[in-house]
């Protein structure tokens, strides 16, 4: 049984736990939990989620995570943490290993002795949490930063193996560094290592914060959990360096920059500047639009293109309908023609399909790398208990069984995919939606 078999509705029962974690106050893993688990089903079998006793000698995941909130609160009282700050540590404190409720197995070392392993559950966590932890009462930003946090805790080796450091300014946009390297260290004194050193999980930790001080990566955490903005001094030298130039182009600049920057390929705002001048005369827009069937993707569509490529259509027009999987060859070729053809008259494409791998954007996204356009992830982030509801209201809904299918393979953007990532949600109250940028 996955936790997405079932569909719960929205649960509002957030209000106290969060006033008591913002205030500062220790509320245990318990708690948590029985506040969380109505949305977030997953909780409820961490109990029953083993893990390998040479690594975690403490017992099961459930144990582990209940540690794991106690040291966090200890960090927290040290670091003098308050408001949304803290309760992004805490939180993600209780909810970082959920993800093992769905990966955990057995396999063979290379000594041929059976192992506990949960492959990818960090990310596997984050993106199960995307569209439970709203129908928790949880606050957009809150939950953003969460999910940041959720599925980097296990990324602190790559960052600071980094032989150029631009990993580390990939996380920096992504999460609150401070808060990162608070949860590796309690994850790491939350653990019981039979005959090993129980400090070692710090090492990356501590890494990571001489790497980010070093950089100019590094701040105090505020309670209103900031995002900090890596790149201020990029934005204020990229006007000088493009005097004159339009703002669009200034934005085009900047992000295309960073992710060069990102990737080795560039040092300086001045090298971004350079390669800007290309775009000058003109440039495409991409936008790939994610989220489940009944999510709100395709109503989003024309606030971002001017070409609409929808999958849906192009199997209406050319099979028996929406839902004629058979076409989908013919689709897929006449979708990326499309594309082709509205990049290279310069147009803003919009491609709309439920686009939940990131596997599949990345095959869209490269087409819009290819012809020197703007890159876009435009995420409509309705919440998992409204979906059945959302889609049973449409045209061609569809069964049940797919939107649950749909949910379990959903793999939540990511910083860094593409030049922008956005998450607009509906508030519920009829007023337009809400849009988050997390970089």
């Not at 144990?63 to 803290?86: F, M, N, Q, T, Y």
């Not at 509205?342 to 095959?363: E, F, H, I, M």
């Not at 509906?426 to 997390?438: A, K, N, S, V, W």
């Amino acid at each position: 049984m996955t936790s997405f078999d079932t569909f719960s509705p929205p649960v509002r029962r957030t209000a106290p736990l969060l006033q008591s974690l913002r205030a500062g106050q220790r509320v245990s893993f318990a708690d948590i939990r029985d506040v969380l688990a109505p949305a977030v089903h997953l909780l409820d079998r961490l109990d029953t989620t083993p893990q390998d006793t040479e690594w975690h000698a403490e017992g099961s995941v459930a144990a582990h995570s209940a540690l794991v909130v106690e040291r966090a609160h200890d960090l927290a009282d040290e670091a003098a943490l308050r408001g949304d700050a803290r309760a992004a540590l805490i939180l993600a404190a209780a909810l970082h290993d959920v993800g093992k409720a769905l990966t955990t197995r057995e396999e063979r070392d290379e000594t041929g002795r059976v192992r506990l392993r949960s492959p990818r559950h960090a990310r596997r966590g984050r993106d199960a949490l995307a569209l439970t932890l709203p129908d928790a009462g949880v606050p957009a930003r809150l939950i953003l930063a969460v999910l940041a946090l959720v599925a980097a805790h296990h990324r602190l080796h790559r960052a600071v193996e980094d032989p150029l450091g631009r990993q580390v300014w990939l996380l920096a946009r992504s999460v609150p560094l401070p808060l990162l390297v608070l949860l590796a260290r309690a994850d790491a004194r939350g653990r019981v290592v039979m005959g090993g050193d129980t400090a070692r999980g710090e090492d990356s930790a501590d890494l990571l914060q001489v790497l980010a001080e070093e950089q100019g990566l590094w701040f105090t955490p505020g309670p209103d959990l900031l995002f900090p903005d890596p790149y201020v001094a990029w934005r204020e030298e990229l006007p000088q360096l493009l005097p004159g130039a339009r703002p669009d182009l200034l934005h085009f600049a900047l992000l295309a920059g960073i992710r060069d920057f990102e990737a080795g390929l560039i040092h300086t705002p001045h090298e971004a500047a350079a390669r800007a001048y290309r775009a000058a005369s003109g440039f495409g827009e991409l936008t790939v639009l994610c989220g489940p069937s009944g999510s709100g993707k395709s109503s989003l569509a024309a606030d971002f293109g001017d070409v609409v490529v929808s999958l849906d259509g192009l199997r209406a027009q050319l099979g028996r309908g929406v839902a004629d999987q058979t076409v989908n060859g013919q689709v897929l070729q006449a979708a990326r023609e499309a594309v082709r053809a509205g990049l290279r008259s310069r147009q803003r494409v919009v491609w709309d399909a439920t686009n939940l791998r990131g596997s599949g954007r990345a095959g869209v996204l490269g087409l819009g790398y290819d012809y020197g356009a703007l890159t876009r992830i435009v995420t409509a982030w309705t919440p998992a208990g409204e979906l059945p509801a959302r889609n049973a209201a449409r045209l061609d809904p569809v069964p049940p069984g797919v939107l649950g299918q749909q949910l379990q393979n959903l793999e939540w953007p990511e910083v860094g995919e593409a030049h922008e990532v956005r998450f607009v949600t509906p508030d519920g109250t009829g007023h337009p939606p809400q849009e988050f940028f997390p970089c």
